[in-house]
Structure formats: structure tokens, C-alpha cells
């Protein structure tokens, strides 16, 4: 429609572990982390205190929990990282009610959370390509990291696009996508893409 021209973007070389965090509560995300996980994705759902209590990243739990998710990883090479609870449970929604967390600050304190923990991860050494589902997460994890320029590369899908930013000296890339975007296999597609 713009009538550009020129060379289209090419993928440049991806770290071939896809880690996922997902911030996303649509169903459309939800349903590809579905796929993903019957596909052999390693898969963990974040419970309350692990998404709300921030004190949580600097406990032993946490650095146990990280050392065996980048395990994971680096074994499976593929990892998600899920703020949403297992089907059928309603964990968050108690703890919720328990603490008297309204919904907007359930939104802010899970992204919160989550950006806070995937820079513990980065930190801890995580080489991997990230994928960041939801516009509150993306935005957290980039204030975590104190970045405030992403680079745009390409478009991985329609409505998933591949960034890159400096953190610490070290250039990372990041796929985002907002949650309604996707066939129900973008997940599995992505990570044989970049392996």
C-alpha cells in the first residue's frame, strides 16, 4: 500500500531457545500455550506469591526455581512461563480476595512481578530468544531492564514482530505479540523457525 522498496528485513541469527513469558489472560494466548505444552514445551504456571509478591524473586525458592527453569530450557529449548493458573483452578482469585487486590492491581503487580523476574533471569543467564505476550508485560520487562528503545527487525507472523534491545552490553531479542494475535501452532512455528 506504501509502495515501498527495497530489500525486505531478514531474521538475523536467534538464539535457538524460545523462552516464553506470558502475561497474556486471552483466550487466544491461552490456547496456544496449550498447544505448546502438548507439543513438548516445558510449561509453568506462576502461583500467587511467585506473580504478586514481589519480595518473592530474592527468596532461596526463587533462586532454585530459576536454576531448574534454565535448565529447563537449555535442555528442552523451549520454556513457558505462564502468570495465568492451571485450568480449573482459581488460586489467584482466592489470594486475591484474601488481600483485597482489585483487578487493575492485580494487572499491574502480576506484569510487575513477571518483568522483575525474567530480568533475575536474564541476569542469572539465560541465552535465549524471549517471547512476551501482552502489551503490560512488555512494557514492564523493558522498564525492569531500564531499556526504552526497542529496534524493530521484522514481523515473525502477522502481529508478531521481533525486536531487539541492549541490556548489560548484550543484545537480546524479544518477539512480542498482543494475546488475541495467532493460530492456535504460532508457538511451535516460532520455535522451529528459529532453531
Not at 92 to 99: L, M, N, P, V
Amino acid at each position: 500500500m506504501l509502495n515501498l522498496k527495497g530489500p525486505a528485513p531478514k531474521i538475523p541469527k536467534l538464539e535457538d531457545t524460545l523462552f516464553i513469558a506470558c502475561g497474556s489472560v486471552n483466550p487466544v494466548t491461552i490456547s496456544q500455550m496449550k498447544a505448546a505444552q502438548e507439543h513438548g514445551f516445558p510449561h509453568v504456571n506462576l502461583n500467587p506469591v511467585q506473580k504478586l509478591e514481589g519480595r518473592w524473586v530474592d527468596s532461596k525458592q526463587a533462586v532454585e526455581c530459576i536454576r531448574q527453569w534454565l535448565a529447563q530450557a537449555s535442555a528442552k529449548k523451549r520454556f513457558i512461563l505462564d502468570v495465568n493458573d492451571p485450568e480449573g483452578c482459581e488460586d489467584t482469585d482466592i489470594y486475591a480476595r484474601e488481600h483485597n487486590l482489585t483487578t487493575e492491581q492485580l494487572r499491574v503487580q502480576i506484569s510487575d512481578n513477571l518483568a522483575v523476574l525474567i530480568k533475575r533471569i536474564l541476569d542469572d543467564g539465560l541465552n535465549a530468544t524471549l517471547l512476551c505476550t501482552g502489551g503490560d508485560t512488555l512494557m514492564a520487562l523493558m522498564q525492569a531492564v531500564d531499556v526504552s528503545e526497542l529496534t524493530p527487525i521484522c514481523e515473525m507472523a502477522t502481529g508478531v514482530v521481533l525486536t531487539e534491545f541492549i541490556y548489560k552490553e548484550k543484545t537480546y531479542h524479544i518477539i512480542s505479540k498482543s494475546g488475541g494475535f495467532g493460530d492456535q501452532d504460532l508457538l511451535i512455528k516460532l520455535a522451529e523457525k528459529i532453531s
